[in-house]
Structures are given as structure tokens and as C-alpha cells.
């Protein structure tokens, strides 16, 4: 039972570098979302996808660009990685968009000097 | 007022009582409303969903949701040193194709 698998694990950055996290899930869920987790700012939902074919921006998008390459996988890109991206990044999915909660990866910590 | 609050600081309570966490909501339309424990360094996993008013239990946990006074409440009983983790609290609004997170509240469990 993989459920959400996320790479890397971890990754440092050069500011200015760019870089892809890769998700993918195997439980056919339909919608699939982009978090950040920051001490003090609990999970800030970047973007997500509710079905294959969309996405969508959350609250923090400015910096980051996703690709939803079928219905197993979704991406997100940083073209030119900034300090402020240090964190921890989720990636998760849910079989209807919302609904049921999330299953979640187990993150990439991405830190950018 | 924020989406969703968690504002009780750190929680510490003694092994074998009980611990209980609060969450309050801004948006009357919020329909779905759950409950994610996260372990430090680990990713979060859910614990309890509830959807109507009144109680739900699952083992030990407890959750409570009261729409007309906006909150929604986790209950540990008999807390074990197991239970010491952040506790996130997540709601959905109606025809929203997202959840919303609380910041958390941090559960420490005294032996």
C-alpha cells in the first residue's frame, strides 16, 4: 500500500536553481493538492488539482508552477527557488475533491540557500 | 477571524487523563470537518471526520461539532504518551474543492 509517494525526501537548493517534486498516488483518487508547512503557519495550500486536466491556485501560489500529468501524478515546479521556499512541502490526495479528508505523502524538506 | 482557529498554546496533560482540543470556524456554509494528528518530522494522518452535529467516537478519541456555535472539539481519553503530537483541525465548505487547516495545537502527554 504505497498511497501518496513523494520525491525527494529531501533537497537543498541554490537560490535561483530550479527543481521539480514529484507526487504520485495509487488509491485512483481523483483530486490531488500542494501544501507548505511553515512553523507558525500550519499547512498553506499552494495549488491543486480537483480531476485530471485541472488545476487550480490556493493561497500561496506566487513562485510555483504545477503539472497534472494523469490521474496518478501530479508536479510542482520552482523555476527560480528563493529563501522564502525553504520548507516542508505536501503533496496529497482524496477520492472526491474535499471530501473524506486527505491522504497525505510524507513530505519533501526543501531548504534554499 | 481567520478560517480556521486553533489558539490554545501547548497542552500538556498527565498519562491517563483526558485531553481536549478545540476549533473554531468562521463560515457558516463549512459542511465536512476533520481531525489530523502529525507526529514531529511526519506527515499528517486522519484520525476522526464528523459531519453532523453532535458526537462521533472512534476508540479513544471523541469528536463534537456544534454548527450553531461554530467549533468543532477532539477528546483523548486516556492519553498515552503515543497521543503526544500536533493536532490539526480541517473543514470544507459547501461546493469548495479544498480543505482549510488549522495552525494546530501541540499535545504533550506526561508518563
Known amino acids: 500500500n504505497a498511497g501518496v509517494t513523494q520525491t525527494p525526501k529531501f533537497q537543498v537548493l541554490k537560490t535561483g536553481q530550479s527543481m521539480t517534486l514529484q507526487c504520485a498516488q495509487d488509491?485512483?483518487?481523483?483530486?490531488m493538492y500542494w501544501y507548505r508547512q511553515d512553523p507558525g503557519m500550519g499547512l498553506r495550500l499552494i495549488y491543486y488539482s480537483a480531476s485530471e486536466g485541472t488545476t487550480d491556485k490556493g493561497e500561496v501560489p506566487n513562485g510555483y508552477n504545477v503539472s497534472r500529468l494523469n490521474k496518478r501524478e501530479f508536479s510542482l515546479r520552482l523555476e527560480s527557488a528563493a529563501p522564502s521556499q525553504t520548507s516542508v512541502y505536501f503533496c496529497?490526495?482524496?477520492?472526491?475533491?474535499?471530501?473524506?479528508?486527505?491522504?497525505f505523502g510524507s513530505g519533501t524538506r526543501l531548504t534554499v540557500v | 477571524q481567520k478560517e480556521v482557529e486553533q489558539n490554545s498554546g501547548p497542552l500538556s496533560v498527565p498519562e491517563g487523563a483526558i485531553a481536549s482540543l478545540n476549533c473554531t470556524y468562521s463560515d457558516r456554509g463549512s459542511q465536512s470537518f476533520f481531525w489530523y494528528r502529525q507526529y514531529s518530522g511526519k506527515s499528517p494522518e486522519l484520525i476522526m471526520s464528523?459531519?453532523?452535529?453532535g458526537d462521533k467516537e472512534d476508540g479513544r478519541f471523541t469528536a463534537q461539532l456544534n454548527k450553531a456555535s461554530q467549533y468543532v472539539s477532539l477528546l483523548i481519553r486516556d492519553s498515552q504518551p503515543s497521543d503526544s503530537a500536533t493536532y490539526l483541525c480541517a473543514l470544507r465548505h459547501y461546493g469548495n474543492n479544498r480543505l482549510a487547516f488549522g495552525k494546530g495545537n501541540q499535545v504533550v502527554v506526561i508518563p
Open positions: 496529497a490526495s482524496s477520492e472526491v475533491p474535499g471530501s473524506y479528508g486527505y491522504t
Open positions: 488509491m485512483n483518487h481523483n483530486s
Open positions: 464528523i459531519y453532523s452535529n
